[in-house]
């Protein structure tokens, strides 16, 4: 079992550019959620997934947009890139009405 | 709205001491509670989970008991190890739609030979 996976593990982009990262869940998981971790603090939830749809959002702008397959792998885009959105970006995984999420290892987003 | 506060860190201890991480919430409803540990270079694991007042979490050596009249969720562990030094979160989270993890800032502990 592969575990959550997420890709790339690093990445560098410049202000007003555009990201878009991926999140393949552990295997019978129908449900992702994706947080931002700053440096030095908490993960903080921007959104989660069920179904191919976005079913609950935390207190992120419209510029943090995601979407989930058929296949239940999902994607996170952040347009229009602050310095301020460098952060590590989680996925987790988790089965629907289960209590555990499993989380992949990130992706170190550095914005300049 | 709902929240977690953990203690300031950084926490620093020598091998076979005892470890107290204090962690309190705000919740409008009944939460589970949750420590998870992120070892450097990781993603976050889980570690324990209380469903219930008065429920204990426990697992390698770690245990938290959900406190519901003094909204607490302490971790302890009676001898750490070097192997333990990792950034560890308390965090809350509901059952069915509204299932959203609110973590804390975390701790970082540090444990010397």
Request: hydrophobic share 30%.
């Amino acid at each position: 079992d592969a575990g959550v996976t997420q890709s790339p593990t690093h990445l560098i982009k410049t202000r007003g550019q555009q990201v878009t990262l991926r999140c393949s869940p552990k295997s019978g998981h129908d449900t992702v959620s994706w947080y931002q971790q700053a440096l030095g603090q908490g993960p903080q939830f921007i959104f989660q997934y069920y179904e191919e749809e976005e079913r609950q959002r935390g207190n992120f702008p419209d510029r943090f947009s995601g979407h989930q397959f058929p296949n239940y792998s999902s994607e996170l885009n952040v347009n229009a890139l602050l310095l301020g959105d460098s952060a590590l970006y989680l996925c987790a995984s988790s089965f629907e009405g289960s209590y555990e999420q499993y989380f992949g290892p990130g992706t170190r987003l550095t914005v300049t | 709205g709902d929240s977690v506060t953990q203690m300031e860190g950084p926490v620093t201890l020598s091998e076979e001491a005892f470890l107290t991480i204090n962690c309190t919430y705000t919740a409008t409803g009944y939460p589970s509670l949750f420590w998870y540990v992120q070892y450097p270079g990781e993603g976050l694991q889980l570690l324990l989970k209380a469903t219930k007042a008065d429920d204990k979490g426990s697992n390698k050596g770690f245990e938290a008991t959900y406190r519901k009249e003094t909204t607490s969720f302490h971790l302890e562990k009676g001898s750490v190890q070097v192997s333990d030094s990792a950034v560890y979160f308390c965090a809350l989270r509901y059952t069915g739609a509204n299932s959203k993890l609110t973590f804390g800032k975390g701790i970082t502990l540090s444990v010397r030979p």
